[in-house]
């Protein structure tokens, strides 16, 4: 009666290293998502749903000054328990864009600078 017991057990905690590495795929996709789409790169939302684990969602939202990608994903257990045991994991991750300039005034530098650049 105990075998049974340490096969469920054994699963559970397999299944539990599973989703955290799906979880850490899930943080790397929306890093590397939010990184590309701060750098105006057009195929931010491709390279995020590369690195994300299969199934994925990925959202990129531009704002004004930074980018916001949101990465989400089914993770179901092993066997017959995958429908009753899924969970949805997700990871949010924001940049600030690289593409535009903020505080720059027309030739004299950035504002705020203190002057002209050392020679």
Do not use: Y
């Amino acid at each position: 009666m105990a075998l049974p017991a340490l096969v469920l057990l054994a699963a559970m905690l397999i299944w539990g290293v599973l989703a955290a590495a799906a979880q850490i795929r899930c943080v790397d996709a929306a890093r590397v998502g939010a990184r590309a789409a701060a750098r105006g790169e057009a195929d931010a939302a491709e390279l995020a749903r590369a690195a994300a684990p299969p199934g994925a969602q990925v959202r990129v939202a531009m704002a004004a000054e930074v980018v916001r990608v949101e990465v989400d994903a089914p993770c179901g257990a092993p066997g017959r328990l995958g429908g009753l045991l899924a969970v949805r994991l997700g990871a949010t991750a924001v940049a600030a864009r690289e593409d535009t300039l903020v505080g720059v005034t027309g030739g004299a530098g950035i504002a705020g600078g203190g002057g002209s650049w050392p020679t």
